[in-house]
Protein backbone atom coordinates (compact mmCIF):
# COMPACT_ATOMS: atom_id res chain seq x y z
CA UNK A 1 0.00 0.00 0.00
CA UNK A 2 2.79 2.68 0.82
CA UNK A 3 5.96 2.71 -0.67
CA UNK A 4 8.93 1.13 -0.06
CA UNK A 5 10.58 5.12 0.27
CA UNK A 6 7.87 6.19 2.09
CA UNK A 7 7.96 3.44 5.03
CA UNK A 8 11.22 3.60 5.31
CA UNK A 9 10.97 7.74 5.36
CA UNK A 10 7.95 7.52 7.96
CA UNK A 11 10.16 5.28 10.41
CA UNK A 12 13.26 7.40 10.24
CA UNK A 13 11.01 9.87 11.41
CA UNK A 14 9.08 7.87 13.82
CA UNK A 15 10.59 7.71 18.01
CA UNK A 16 12.94 4.82 17.79
CA UNK A 17 12.08 0.98 18.32
CA UNK A 18 12.86 0.85 22.18
CA UNK A 19 15.76 -1.69 22.50
CA UNK A 20 13.83 -4.06 23.71
CA UNK A 21 11.31 -4.50 20.99
CA UNK A 22 14.19 -3.81 18.41
CA UNK A 23 15.94 -7.34 19.68
CA UNK A 24 12.44 -8.97 19.73
CA UNK A 25 11.97 -7.75 16.17
CA UNK A 26 15.39 -8.83 15.36
CA UNK A 27 14.98 -12.52 17.14
CA UNK A 28 11.80 -13.01 15.88
CA UNK A 29 13.18 -12.60 12.27
CA UNK A 30 15.86 -15.32 13.20
CA UNK A 31 13.48 -17.64 14.82
CA UNK A 32 10.22 -17.67 13.11
CA UNK A 33 8.65 -19.15 9.94
CA UNK A 34 6.58 -16.25 9.28
CA UNK A 35 8.06 -13.09 10.85
CA UNK A 36 5.97 -10.53 9.27
CA UNK A 37 3.07 -11.27 11.39
CA UNK A 38 4.82 -9.33 13.58
CA UNK A 39 3.16 -5.49 14.60
CA UNK A 40 7.14 -3.99 13.60
CA UNK A 41 8.02 -0.65 13.92
CA UNK A 42 5.44 1.99 12.75
CA UNK A 43 1.93 -0.15 14.35
CA UNK A 44 4.01 -1.23 17.61
CA UNK A 45 3.96 2.88 18.15
CA UNK A 46 1.23 3.30 16.74
CA UNK A 47 -0.37 1.06 19.39
CA UNK A 48 1.91 2.25 22.12
CA UNK A 49 0.47 5.57 21.41
CA UNK A 50 -2.94 4.56 20.84
CA UNK A 51 -2.27 3.12 24.65
CA UNK A 52 -1.03 6.73 25.85
CA UNK A 53 -4.05 8.33 24.44
CA UNK A 54 -6.49 6.49 26.12
CA UNK A 55 -5.00 5.68 29.29
CA UNK A 56 -6.38 1.96 29.61
CA UNK A 57 -6.54 0.15 32.46
CA UNK A 58 -7.52 -3.35 31.18
CA UNK A 59 -6.28 -4.43 27.44
CA UNK A 60 -7.16 -8.14 26.04
CA UNK A 61 -5.27 -8.61 23.29
CA UNK A 62 -6.22 -11.61 21.11
CA UNK A 63 -2.60 -12.93 18.96
CA UNK A 64 0.09 -12.74 21.08
CA UNK A 65 2.88 -13.80 18.72
CA UNK A 66 6.57 -13.36 19.84
CA UNK A 67 4.97 -10.32 21.69
CA UNK A 68 6.01 -7.55 19.89
CA UNK A 69 2.51 -5.97 20.13
CA UNK A 70 1.72 -6.56 23.84
CA UNK A 71 5.14 -5.31 24.73
CA UNK A 72 4.40 -2.24 22.53
CA UNK A 73 1.03 -1.52 24.35
CA UNK A 74 2.41 -2.21 27.87
CA UNK A 75 5.01 0.02 27.32
CA UNK A 76 2.11 2.59 26.77
CA UNK A 77 -0.33 2.03 29.51
CA UNK A 78 0.23 4.56 32.44
CA UNK A 79 0.25 4.13 36.22
CA UNK A 80 2.85 1.41 36.74
CA UNK A 81 3.22 -0.44 39.33
CA UNK A 82 5.84 2.03 40.70
CA UNK A 83 2.48 4.18 40.99
CA UNK A 84 0.34 2.18 42.89
CA UNK A 85 -1.32 3.70 45.86
CA UNK A 86 0.28 6.84 45.31
CA UNK A 87 -1.72 10.01 43.77
CA UNK A 88 -1.72 10.33 40.00
CA UNK A 89 1.54 11.75 37.88
CA UNK A 90 -0.80 14.42 36.96
CA UNK A 91 -1.85 15.63 40.74
CA UNK A 92 1.54 15.05 42.48
CA UNK A 93 2.31 18.89 44.05
CA UNK A 94 5.11 20.34 42.18
CA UNK A 95 5.94 17.67 39.91
CA UNK A 96 5.41 17.90 36.03
CA UNK A 97 3.01 15.45 34.52
CA UNK A 98 4.07 13.72 31.39
CA UNK A 99 1.62 15.62 29.64
CA UNK A 100 3.02 18.94 30.89
CA UNK A 101 6.59 17.40 29.73
CA UNK A 102 5.32 17.70 25.91
CA UNK A 103 3.88 21.19 26.41
CA UNK A 104 -0.02 19.98 26.93
CA UNK A 105 -1.75 20.03 29.67
CA UNK A 106 -2.39 17.23 31.51
CA UNK A 107 -5.56 14.90 32.93
CA UNK A 108 -4.51 16.36 36.25
CA UNK A 109 -4.13 20.15 34.89
CA UNK A 110 -7.81 19.93 33.38
CA UNK A 111 -9.45 19.46 37.15
CA UNK A 112 -12.38 21.22 37.20
CA UNK A 113 -13.95 20.39 33.69
CA UNK A 114 -15.85 17.39 33.00
CA UNK A 115 -14.02 13.87 31.95
CA UNK A 116 -14.57 12.10 28.81
CA UNK A 117 -16.77 9.82 31.20
CA UNK A 118 -19.17 13.02 31.93
CA UNK A 119 -19.75 14.68 28.92
CA UNK A 120 -22.77 13.06 26.90
CA UNK A 121 -24.54 14.52 29.74
CA UNK A 122 -25.18 11.35 31.23
CA UNK A 123 -23.94 10.44 34.76
CA UNK A 124 -21.92 7.10 34.53
CA UNK A 125 -21.59 4.70 37.56
CA UNK A 126 -18.01 5.67 39.38
CA UNK A 127 -14.87 4.14 37.76
CA UNK A 128 -12.45 2.36 40.13
CA UNK A 129 -8.96 3.82 40.64
CA UNK A 130 -6.24 1.61 38.72
CA UNK A 131 -5.22 0.85 41.98
CA UNK A 132 -8.49 -0.14 43.26
CA UNK A 133 -8.45 -2.41 40.42
CA UNK A 134 -4.72 -3.39 41.03
CA UNK A 135 -2.92 -1.48 38.66
CA UNK A 136 -2.99 -1.23 34.83
CA UNK A 137 -2.89 -4.91 33.13
CA UNK A 138 -3.21 -6.19 29.67
CA UNK A 139 -4.11 -9.76 29.11
CA UNK A 140 -2.50 -11.55 25.85
CA UNK A 141 -3.72 -15.22 24.54
CA UNK A 142 -1.67 -17.32 22.49
CA UNK A 143 -2.69 -20.58 20.97
CA UNK A 144 0.83 -21.42 19.91
CA UNK A 145 2.60 -23.40 23.44
CA UNK A 146 5.88 -23.37 21.54
CA UNK A 147 6.15 -19.37 22.03
CA UNK A 148 5.66 -19.38 25.25
CA UNK A 149 9.11 -19.50 26.89
CA UNK A 150 10.05 -16.59 24.08
CA UNK A 151 7.36 -14.60 25.16
CA UNK A 152 8.08 -14.90 28.81
CA UNK A 153 11.85 -13.89 28.08
CA UNK A 154 10.74 -10.62 26.18
CA UNK A 155 8.14 -9.69 28.68
CA UNK A 156 10.73 -9.82 31.29
CA UNK A 157 13.34 -8.13 29.28
CA UNK A 158 11.02 -5.39 29.11
CA UNK A 159 10.17 -5.03 32.30
CA UNK A 160 6.75 -5.47 32.85
CA UNK A 161 5.72 -9.06 34.37
CA UNK A 162 3.42 -7.02 36.75
CA UNK A 163 1.61 -5.72 33.87
CA UNK A 164 1.06 -8.32 31.18
CA UNK A 165 -0.63 -11.81 31.48
CA UNK A 166 0.11 -14.09 29.24
CA UNK A 167 -2.30 -16.95 28.33
CA UNK A 168 -1.92 -19.98 26.35
CA UNK A 169 -4.56 -21.64 24.75
CA UNK A 170 -7.76 -21.20 22.83
CA UNK A 171 -9.24 -17.62 22.65
CA UNK A 172 -12.52 -18.41 22.27
CA UNK A 173 -12.21 -21.05 25.54
CA UNK A 174 -10.00 -18.36 27.84
CA UNK A 175 -11.76 -15.00 27.02
CA UNK A 176 -15.02 -16.07 29.17
CA UNK A 177 -12.75 -16.81 31.91
CA UNK A 178 -11.27 -13.95 32.01
CA UNK A 179 -13.30 -11.52 34.53
CA UNK A 180 -12.84 -8.32 33.42
CA UNK A 181 -14.29 -5.03 31.49
CA UNK A 182 -11.72 -4.37 28.75
CA UNK A 183 -11.08 -0.35 27.95
CA UNK A 184 -9.25 -1.85 24.96
CA UNK A 185 -9.41 -4.99 22.88
CA UNK A 186 -6.52 -5.77 20.18
CA UNK A 187 -8.10 -8.68 17.90
CA UNK A 188 -4.88 -10.21 15.70
CA UNK A 189 -5.62 -13.98 15.39
CA UNK A 190 -6.99 -16.25 13.01
CA UNK A 191 -8.92 -14.44 10.77
CA UNK A 192 -12.19 -16.66 10.06
CA UNK A 193 -12.81 -16.29 13.80
CA UNK A 194 -12.87 -12.60 13.60
CA UNK A 195 -16.50 -11.74 13.73
CA UNK A 196 -16.46 -14.59 16.80
CA UNK A 197 -13.91 -12.69 19.25
CA UNK A 198 -15.77 -9.55 18.04
CA UNK A 199 -19.84 -10.84 19.19
CA UNK A 200 -17.88 -11.82 22.31
CA UNK A 201 -15.65 -9.02 23.57
CA UNK A 202 -18.12 -6.29 22.61
CA UNK A 203 -20.67 -6.64 25.65
CA UNK A 204 -17.77 -6.97 27.98
CA UNK A 205 -16.51 -3.54 26.72
CA UNK A 206 -17.14 -0.28 28.89
CA UNK A 207 -18.99 1.83 26.66
CA UNK A 208 -16.64 4.37 25.57
CA UNK A 209 -14.06 1.34 25.07
CA UNK A 210 -12.16 0.85 21.97
CA UNK A 211 -11.60 -2.17 20.03
CA UNK A 212 -8.32 -2.43 17.25
CA UNK A 213 -8.48 -5.23 14.77
CA UNK A 214 -5.39 -6.11 12.60
CA UNK A 215 -5.21 -6.93 8.82
CA UNK A 216 -8.77 -5.69 7.87
CA UNK A 217 -7.26 -4.73 4.06
CA UNK A 218 -5.32 -8.52 4.14
CA UNK A 219 -2.59 -7.96 1.38
CA UNK A 220 -5.71 -6.17 -0.80
CA UNK A 221 -7.53 -9.32 -0.96
CA UNK A 222 -10.81 -7.90 0.57
CA UNK A 223 -11.71 -5.77 -2.76
CA UNK A 224 -11.11 -8.85 -4.77
CA UNK A 225 -13.97 -11.05 -6.57
CA UNK A 226 -16.12 -13.32 -3.76
CA UNK A 227 -16.31 -15.97 -5.64
CA UNK A 228 -12.49 -16.62 -5.57
CA UNK A 229 -11.88 -15.40 -1.91
CA UNK A 230 -10.33 -17.75 0.70
CA UNK A 231 -11.52 -18.59 4.05
CA UNK A 232 -9.38 -16.20 6.01
CA UNK A 233 -10.25 -13.27 2.79
CA UNK A 234 -14.19 -14.07 3.73
CA UNK A 235 -13.69 -13.83 7.25
CA UNK A 236 -11.87 -10.63 7.10
CA UNK A 237 -14.65 -9.44 4.61
CA UNK A 238 -17.68 -10.66 6.71
CA UNK A 239 -16.19 -8.73 9.78
CA UNK A 240 -15.51 -5.52 7.78
CA UNK A 241 -18.79 -5.54 6.84
CA UNK A 242 -20.83 -6.53 10.38
CA UNK A 243 -19.15 -3.68 12.30
CA UNK A 244 -19.80 -1.07 9.60
CA UNK A 245 -23.29 -2.12 9.59
CA UNK A 246 -23.55 -2.33 13.67
CA UNK A 247 -25.14 0.59 15.04
CA UNK A 248 -23.19 -0.03 18.49
CA UNK A 249 -20.55 0.78 17.24
CA UNK A 250 -18.37 3.95 15.49
CA UNK A 251 -15.84 2.72 13.08
CA UNK A 252 -12.85 3.64 11.11
CA UNK A 253 -10.69 1.90 8.66
CA UNK A 254 -7.01 3.41 9.09
CA UNK A 255 -5.11 2.55 5.90
CA UNK A 256 -1.89 1.71 8.14
CA UNK A 257 0.47 -1.01 7.04
CA UNK A 258 -2.16 -3.86 6.50
CA UNK A 259 -5.57 -2.04 7.49
CA UNK A 260 -6.23 -1.36 10.76
CA UNK A 261 -10.23 -1.04 12.42
CA UNK A 262 -10.68 1.10 14.51
CA UNK A 263 -14.17 0.78 17.15
CA UNK A 264 -15.38 2.55 19.92
CA UNK A 265 -18.18 1.09 21.54
CA UNK A 266 -20.60 3.68 21.97
C1 LIG B 1 -0.60 -12.09 13.45
S1 LIG B 1 -0.03 -13.02 14.79
C2 LIG B 1 -0.10 -11.88 16.12
C3 LIG B 1 0.95 -10.81 16.02
C4 LIG B 1 1.13 -10.00 17.27
N1 LIG B 1 -0.13 -9.48 17.74
C5 LIG B 1 2.07 -8.86 16.96
O1 LIG B 1 1.61 -7.83 16.48
O2 LIG B 1 3.28 -8.99 17.15
C6 LIG B 1 -1.39 -14.06 15.12
C7 LIG B 1 -1.18 -14.99 16.32
O3 LIG B 1 -2.46 -15.49 16.70
C8 LIG B 1 -2.31 -16.81 17.16
N2 LIG B 1 -3.62 -17.48 17.08
C9 LIG B 1 -4.22 -17.99 15.98
N3 LIG B 1 -5.38 -18.57 16.30
C10 LIG B 1 -5.54 -18.41 17.63
C11 LIG B 1 -6.55 -18.80 18.56
N4 LIG B 1 -7.63 -19.47 18.15
N5 LIG B 1 -6.41 -18.46 19.85
C12 LIG B 1 -5.30 -17.78 20.27
N6 LIG B 1 -4.30 -17.40 19.43
C13 LIG B 1 -4.42 -17.70 18.14
C14 LIG B 1 -1.28 -17.40 16.21
O4 LIG B 1 -0.67 -18.55 16.75
C15 LIG B 1 -0.31 -16.21 16.01
O5 LIG B 1 0.78 -16.30 16.89
Excluded at 199 to 204: A, E, H, Q, T, Y
Aim: aromatic share 6%.
Amino acid sequence: MMSDLLLAYSEAHTTPEPPVLAGLNRETHLSQVYPQMLSGHLQGALLRMFCQMIRPERVLEIGTFTGYSAIAMGLGMTSPPAFAGMPSPGTLAGMPSPGALAGMPSPGALAGMPSPRTLAGMPSPPTPLPQERGGVLLHTVEVNRELEDGIRKFIHEAGLEDRIVLHIGEALEIIPLLNEVWDLVFIDADKPNYLNYYNMVLPLIRPGGFIIADNVLWDGKVTGDPAKMDKDTRGIVEFNKFVHQDERVENLILPVRDGLMVIRKI
